[in-house]
């Protein structure tokens, strides 16, 4: 692999990085706090369950 190739993969890798953490970020602030993050993944084990029965 050339130089320039690795500079362009490296810039790849940090955009993709930069695109996860930002998706991380809207993501927590979609559930508000950390607590609600916990009731959300409780509701959806309910949801299963029910649906299990």
């Known amino acids: 692999m050339t ?3 690795k500079w362009i ?3 790849v890798v940090k955009v993709a ?3 996860v953490a930002i998706g991380v970020v ?3 602030y ?3 706090t950390v ?3 916990g009731q959300d993944i409780e ?3 309910d949801a ?3 649906s299990a029965k």
Do not use: E, H, W
């Open 30 to 32: 979609g559930c508000n």
């Open 9 to 11: 993969l490296l810039g």
């Open 35 to 37: 607590r609600g993050i």
């Open 26 to 28: 809207f993501s927590m």
């Open 43 to 45: 509701k959806a084990g």
């Open 48 to 50: 299963i369950q029910r």
């Open 17 to 19: 990085v930069l695109a």
């Open 3 to 5: 130089t320039p190739q």
